[in-house]
Nanobody, 127 residues
Framework: QVQLEESGGGLVRTGDSLRLSCAASGGAFVNYNIGWFRQIDGKDREFVAV????????AYADSLKGRFTISRDNTQNTVFLHMNNLKPEDTAVYFC????????????????????WGQGTRVTVFL
């Protein structure tokens, strides 16, 4: 079973960039598609991005395309979320998660399909 730990969150200004990391341990990291989700205070968790286990395929929430980029380094057992031109509405707790039924060609945006979650890292964007 894989364990995930997010890091890189913090307090930033509008227009800044930030890179979140999701470090994996305890399992065969290369077997898992990894997704990023976020939860804005008072709202349901929402899909941000997902990357296939071989790093060749990615998918994004439509509203975040062009600003957010997901990548992974399987030699470091880490997935990254690069966030550019941050806005106050990006303020949220960001989570990474592993899909236990990963298929390289099937990238899922439904958080119910992910079994292993990190504790989250908070990103706050102020004006």
């Amino acid at each position: 079973q894989v364990q995930l730990e997010e890091s890189g969150g913090g307090l930033v200004r509008t227009g800044d960039s930030l890179r979140l990391s999701c470090a994996a341990s305890g399992g065969a990291f290369v077997n898992y598609n990894i997704g990023w989700f976020r939860q804005i205070d008072g709202k349901d968790r929402e899909f941000v991005a997902v990357i296939s286990r071989d790093a060749y395929r990615t998918a994004y929430a439509d509203s975040l395309k062009g600003r957010f980029t997901i990548s992974r380094d399987n030699t470091q057992n880490t997935v990254f979320l690069h966030m550019n031109n941050l806005k106050p509405e990006d303020t949220a707790v960001y989570f990474c998660a592993a899909d236990p039924m990963s298929q390289t060609r099937v990238l899922k945006s439904d958080d119910a399909q992910y079994a292993y979650w990190g504790q989250g890292t908070r990103v706050t964007v102020f004006l």
